[in-house]
């Protein structure tokens, strides 16, 4: 074997191995170190063990960002995937102009920045003259504040990261669904199965690998949620999380306690908890998998 | 011949570049506020830049307009990476960040080379609040503000109120949020979702110089039984309220539109009421908050300050912070914005102490509490701030009663600080 035969190979991928090294590799190996360390970014760090995991994980806010994390993923997740396979069905059933008008609609608010979609939102949703106050109050239904009331702040939430995200989920599940072989719902529909049933019977298998990623997907976004919360509820660094933290998450935490509180040890301590976390899940996602395939 | 050409062209223009080089300017980085950067803020600032520039040739001041976050953690990344900006804006309250990270040079001996007649043009308490121990200073104080409270006249009318009588107390002015609301409007805006407007209720009913922080010990200063004043007065003020923060545009669309009858918050909404006023008509004016007492007010101030990096541009860097923080600058500063600044001799130049909203605003500064004092001796933790805020909002949802709350409130602060 030739070591120079593969030289032009390695000179190739080169460039990309050292902009990984430069940008993940090294800030992930450096940030694992200062995780162990007080460090504020200017003088030396100094060791201080698992004090900055311990910190975090006793924390009231922690368990409060976890607390509403859970909150907000054991809805977002289910809801914005059943929304977004039902536009996929929805958008399939066209052809033509109407299929690209309406894939192109409802993709738009992904292409959309983060920041003018909550400025959108939080005008959509001020008490009184918001439009969905202004709807509401058609209906005689009282003013209702979303960015504020804390029994409404996660819904409200919610609602925006579906507007956002079901058109993303949704270009994937109709990819999927244009791979399914029409004969299949011939055959079904030939021995007399509902729409229903051809959905339950043969779409959803046969999109099973597709969900698995937009679910998978799904998770893994859902966890490092952050800038729609921190832009709907005005949050700087020294204030985040909304009325009573009640759009306090994980990520908003973290970059408080780096830039608000200028503790990059903890704060690198925190995102290395929450990359476990994320870790965990989506080995567990995959094993689930695994276990439900048959063999 | 062409190769001959070609290496004369590169040395012509490795030449050029070092002829370039000698003479090019000695550039400072200047960040300022994002609204400092915009339109006649702007024009003015990049003013007092030609001004200097022409006084000290050689020198290039660069300005960027930052929002405060951004302003915040590029100068602890800058920090941290030696790019930190050589003359920059930010709050006072994050100063001990910055004095941490490195990022704020101690200017005590290039303040005390100046001349008296310049150090004596500041307001002493705004210097006090950059000089956190002897032979110390982190900053000079620039523009800053005075709570005052807005109130909209044809709310108050509607509800039968005479406006000609400001509330004096903080019963007067309980009593006329209780006729605005039974006029089916909203008194004011939720008191309890910003620390600084929780901040601002306490100067009215609690204990001023026990608004703060002993970093030494790791304990609040603040004490049970003001606290627990202060949250009754949320208590109170619950079924009053619009339910939006006072910084919320919401808010501000509340009270142009004539459903909002208070709004206690800095100079800086004046601007949009003022052009409301113009516009729609809104009929408004501004008066001090009201105190616990006849004679006192509740509020708070701060200033933003100017701040000069370590490192080798400090000397220019301090004589261009002080030319724009001299008499001269900050009086065409505050009439072209009409907004207070800790230049106290500014302040009293006729034009300026004419304009209605500079008036009120000096005369607020006496009276109100410094937002989160003492400044520069220690960093606030995140979890101080909201402690206060979720105990104000829990004590307003009525879980807590107001000796409870206070009693666990303290509590909550000092462990936070302990951490």
Known sequence: MNPTRHLPHYAMILPFAVLFAAFFLYPIVSGFYYSFHDWNAATAPRFVGLANYQSVLSSRDFARAMTNLFNYIVITVPLGIAVAFGLALLVDSFTGAWANFFRSVFFLPVVLPAFLAATIWRWMYAPNFGLVNMVLGWFGVASVNFLNDTGKMLYALIAVDIWVSAGFNMVILLAGLKNIPQDLYEAARLDGASRINQVRYITIPMLSPVLFFVITYGFISALQVFDVPWLLTGSSFTAYGGRRSALLFPVMDMMGRAFGSVHFGEATAYGFILTAIIILVTAAMFALRRWRTPK | ?419
């Open chain 2, 1 to 419: 011949m062409i190769a001959s050409t070609c290496r004369a062209a590169i040395l012509a223009a490795s030449v050029s570049l070092l002829g370039a080089g000698a003479v090019s300017a000695q550039e400072l980085q200047y960040w300022v506020y994002s609204d400092f950067a915009q339109g006649d803020a702007l024009k003015l600032q990049e003013q007092f830049i030609s001004e200097f520039e022409t006084a000290n040739p050689g020198v290039k001041i660069v300005i960027s307009g930052r929002g405060d976050d951004d302003l915040t953690s590029g100068q602890v990344a800058g920090a941290a990476s030696g790019t930190v900006p050589d003359v920059f804006m930010n709050g006072l309250a994050v100063g001990a960040q910055l004095v941490d990270v490195g990022a704020l040079a101690n200017i005590y001996p290039e303040w005390m080379a100046m001349p008296q007649e310049f150090r004596d043009q500041f307001d002493a308490d705004a210097i006090k609040s950059c000089s956190p121990k002897p032979e110390t200073m982190y900053c000079i104080p620039y523009t800053g503000f005075g709570e005052i409270m807005y109130r909209n006249l044809t709310v108050l009318e509607a509800a039968g109120i005479d406006t000609k009588t400001p509330p004096a107390t903080w019963k007067e002015w309980y009593d006329q949020m209780v006729k605005v609301k039974a006029s089916g409007k909203f008194a004011v805006p939720d008191q309890t979702q910003v620390f600084n407007s929780v901040a601002s209720m306490y100067a009215i009913q609690g204990d001023k110089a026990k608004w703060g922080i002993d970093f030494a010990s790791k304990k609040t200063l603040i004490e049970q039984e003001p606290m627990a004043r202060t949250l009754q007065m949320f208590i109170d003020m619950a079924p009053l309220q619009s339910g939006t923060s006072r910084n919320d545009q919401a808010t501000k669309d509340l009270f142009i539109t004539n459903q909002l009858a208070f709004h206690v918050v800095g100079p800086w909404v004046n601007p949009s009421y003022e052009q409301a006023a113009k516009e729609s008509g809104l009929k408004y004016d501004y008066v001090l908050v009201p105190g616990g007492t006849a004679g006192d007010h509740g509020g708070i101030k701060s200033y933003e300050i100017v701040g000069v990096a370590p490192g080798p541009n400090k000397a220019i860097a301090w004589k261009f912070a002080a030319y724009i923080t001299e008499k001269k600058q900050m009086a065409r500063w505050a009439k072209l914005l009409s907004r207070y600044n800790a230049n106290a001799a500014a302040m009293k130049d006729p034009d300026v102490a004419a304009l209605p909203l500079i008036e009120k605003s000096v005369e607020a500064v006496k009276y109100a509490v410094d937002v989160m004092p003492p400044y520069f001796a220690g960093t606030v933790p995140n979890c101080y701030r909201t402690a206060m805020t979720d105990m104000a909002s829990a004590a307003a949802d009525g879980q807590y009663k107001a000796e409870d709350g206070a009693k666990e409130l303290i509590a909550n602060l000092n462990e936070c600080l302990q951490k």
